[in-house]
Each structure stands twice: as C-alpha cells, then as structure tokens.
C-alpha cells in the first residue's frame, strides 16, 4: 500500500466519522466534549493505519497480505448482505423518530411507565358471596375447588369446612367480579366435583375473622339476655329463630326435648333454660353438626350466666339488661328517662295498665282490655325481644316500647299513658327501636294499629323511611323499609 492509498484510506475514514456525526446531530444536540473525543479517536486511528501501512509495504509478503485482507473483507460482506436478507428488519418510521425521541425523553423525566389501563370490569366494585358446597374428604378436594375459582378471577376471603365423615362441606366467602353471574360460579363449583351447592350474596359484615366472630356473639349474649336470639341468626346467617313455650303441666313422654337438643336437617331444637324449647329453622341449606355444637354453646352461655345471677340474687331465672340510661328534655321542659326494660319491671307495668284508658288499651292489644296484662309475661321476656322504658324522675313508668321478633320478621309497638300523650314520647321510643332494628341487621319492622291510631301512623311517618300500608279487616298494618331485600335469583340453592 503506497502513502497516497493510505491517505485515501483516511479520508474515507474521516468521511464515515462525519456522516456518524451528523446523524448523531440530527438526534439532538452534542456537548463539545464529544467533538474532542472523536477528534482524539480520528488521529489515533490515521496513526494506526499509517502505520500498518507501511510496514506492509515495505514487508517481504506485502502484495500476499493485501490480497489476502481483501478476499477476507470481501467474505465478510458477502456473508453480512446472505444474513441480511434471511433476516430482514421492518423499515424505520420516517415520520417517528422525532416522536419518539420526544417520548423517551418525556419518559425518562417523568420516571418509571405507567401500568396499563384497567378494563372497564376491573374498575366496577367486586361483589361478597357465600358459597356453600359438599365435596368428597380427599386429597385435592379443596385445591381443585380454589383453582377453578381462581381461573375466574375469584379471590377466596373466608373457608370455613364442616367435616361429615366421607365427605366435607366447604363454606366460602368469595369476592368475585361484578361481571361474573351466580350461576357460572355455581357451574364451576360443580365442576370441580362439588354437589348440593348452595350461594347467596353476603355483604361487608361476613369480612370477619370467624374465631373473633363467635366471641363477639358470646360477649354480646353475656351482657344482654335478649342478645341470644340476635347471636344465633347472625351465627347462622338466614334463619327463623322462635321460644317456643313450655306447655302448662309439661309435654307428653317422648314429645320432651332432650337436654342435648335435636337437629333434623333444616331444623334444630335446643332447650332454653328459661323453659321452652328454641326453635331454629331454614329453608337451606341444611344445618351441619358443627354449626349444632356452636349453637348449643351459646344457649349453654346464656343458662349458666342466668344460674349465676339467679343463685346471686337468691331467687329465680333473672334477665341480664344493660344499665345503660338516657335523659330525654321534652318540648315543655319536663324530664323523663329511657332505659331498657325487663321482667323486674312486670309490676310498674301493670300499674301503667291500671292507670291507662280503656281506648288506649284496647289500640294496643286489639282484644279485649282485661287480658292486657297477660301479654306481659311475654313482652317483657328477653326471648322475644327488647323493650325500651320511658318513667319520670320520681320512678313512675309511662311508656314501653317493645321490639319483637316475628321469626324472620320484625314488630314494633308503643303504650304510652294517657296524660302523657302527644308529648313526643311515643315518636322517641320508636325512633330508638328501630336503630336497635337496623343494628340487628333486620331487613324491617312492621307495626300493627288501627286506622284511628293517628299517633302510631304519626310516629311511623316520622322515621322519615319507605312505608307499605296494608289494610285488613279494619286493621293497619305499617310496613318501613330498612335494607334492600336480597333478589331471588342471587340467593337459593342451584
């Protein structure tokens, strides 16, 4: 190679470093720096070949070497351009570097990308069920029921398992898309080997942990007696719980229930310690023995708190009432307490009776006036509900209200004494009987009057809440509404 081809060779160099620097300069903008750098790097590179140069030249195998590095060159295209055509790249965005380059420096700015966009679904809030379902005591079982919920996207909150010898009842609290229908999830439950499968929907009181539940059921039935009915639907979840009576002179022999209570499917009896028998009932699913056992300890809870009180008190069965006490200002600046009431108050109650109108008595009890106080017993009984107490600050009782369980159903009903009518008294005890309602998580209260009971239907009207009114055979019987009834199709067994 002679100097002239040499110094060819390094114009070409300069060339292809010139045309590197002005794409580069078409990217953006170059620090003075970089033109040092690769001004430094041109002449180390001119040295270098010079030198190679002639040192080929001059060598005794020169014009070898040179023909040898151009057949080399020459197979190295070759193989490149072969390459290139089995392996093409997509052609470059005329219009998009600039574009780009702006949204890579804006990226580069503003930090770490953005997750994508969630889909219209993912943004809708999940729906709470229950899913009960009975599957075969086996290995795998329960993994095969969680993979199949997790393919539609379900995430398991609560399980809770009832063994039944050969097979197991799995309960779940699901959390699933607002998309996903109850009958798909029914048919995946099915299909990962589960059968009698039960769903209803379930709502942000079920998000808790179930030990923690049950102890608040057991403390909540230690301080009130009338709790117990509450505790064991709310243990049970949609049920129909009533006190059955003990019949004057005691069953027939073999109608007794047994003091280890009786559990019949859909049905279970257990003794209450107050006499009588406790009846809980629900159409599905049915009862599985360990929900027998929990609700057997909490009647057990309640006997041997009301022995205790009672060998305390050295007399007979005495209810637990809190002593929580409220004074209320009436409009005319009289003063009067509201308390809770129980069977202690039997007799102030029926000094209230006495002082009471017959009008008064009969708008009440809708029967004859000399069995009022015969309804007592069992109004003031924590078994079937609570009452509230209205007495002045000398002790004298004016008003009861009364929240009665009906079953699934919940009644309301008010007495107030005659001189202290159309004070507001009635309208306050409602008002706190039907928080009480809403705390048990009742779906309603009902009260039952007559159409010229203008005070009741006042006092239902003030609660501000939808009202039903239905009339039979001149009697009114006021319906407010307090939750949203669950539809049928989202709750039943499928």
């Not at 078994?383 to 509230?388: K, P, S």
Request: glycine letters at 8%; a neutral charge; aromatic letters at 4%.
């Amino acid at each position: 190679m002679t100097a002239s081809s040499a110094h060819r060779a390094d114009r070409r160099t300069a060339r292809r470093t010139a045309r590197r620097a002005s794409r580069r300069g078409a990217r953006g903008p170059h620090h003075w720096r970089h033109d040092l750098v690769e001004l430094a790097a041109l002449f180390t590179a001119v040295t270098v070949a010079d030198s190679i140069a002639k040192t080929v030249a001059h060598g005794p195998d020169g014009p070898t070497l040179l023909v040898l590095s151009a057949a080399a060159l020459l197979a190295t295209v070759g193989i490149h351009t072969w390459w290139a055509r089995r392996h093409p790249h997509p052609p470059p965005d005329p219009g998009g570097s600039t574009a780009d380059t702006g949204r890579t420096a804006a990226a580069d700015s503003a930090g770490p990308p953005a997750p994508p966009a969630p889909a219209p679904s993912d943004r809708e809030p999940p729906v709470l069920w229950r899913l009960r379902t009975t599957v075969r005591e086996k290995p795998g079982s329960l993994a095969a029921l969680c993979t199949v919920l997790a393919e539609l996207r379900v995430d398991v909150v609560g399980l809770q398992t009832h063994p039944l010898g050969e097979v197991t009842v799995d309960e779940f609290l699901l959390r699933a898309p607002r998309a996903l229908e109850a009958a798909e999830l029914t048919r995946a439950a099915t299909a990962a080997g589960g059968r009698d499968t039960w769903l209803e929907r379930a709502d942000a009181h079920d998000l808790v942990d179930t030990p923690a539940h049950v102890l608040g059921l057991a403390t909540r039935t230690a301080l009130d007696s009338a709790e117990l009915p509450l505790a064991l639907r709310q243990l049970l979840g949609r049920c129909t719980i009533r006190s059955v009576p003990a019949r004057p002179g005691g069953r027939p022999p073999g109608e007794e229930t047994p003091e280890d209570g009786v559990l019949e499917e859909t049905v279970m009896r257990m003794r209450d310690p107050r006499g009588g028998t406790i009846v809980v009932e629900r159409p599905c699913p049915p009862f599985t023995p360990t929900e027998f056992a929990r609700a057997r300890a909490l009647v057990e809870l309640d006997a041997r708190l009301d022995g205790t009180l009672a060998a305390a008190a050295g007399e007979g069965a005495v209810g637990r009432v809190p002593r929580r006490r409220e004074t209320l200002t009436l409009p005319e600046g009289n003063e009067i307490t509201v308390r809770r009431a129980g069977t202690r108050d039997l007799e102030a109650a029926r000094a209230m009776h006495r002082r009471c109108s017959e009008r008064t008595l009969s708008s009440r009890y809708h029967g004859p006036v000399k069995d009022a106080d015969r309804y007592l017993d069992h109004l003031l009984s924590p078994r079937f509900g609570r009452t509230l107490a209205a007495e002045t600050a000398s002790g004298k009782l004016v008003a009861l209200g009364h929240l009665m369980w009906d079953g699934d159903e919940t009644e309301v009903a008010l007495l107030v004494e005659d001189v202290w009518q159309r004070r507001g008294i009635g309208a306050e005890l409602l008002r706190r009987l039907v928080a009480m309602a809403a705390e048990a998580r009742c779906e309603s209260v009902y009260a039952v009057t007559q159409s010229h009971n203008t005070g009741m239907v006042a006092a239902m009207r003030g609660l501000g809440l939808p009202l039903d009114y239905q009339v039979e055979e001149g009697t009114l019987v006021i319906t407010a509404r307090l939750a949203p009834v669950p539809a049928a199709a989202e709750t039943g067994r499928h």
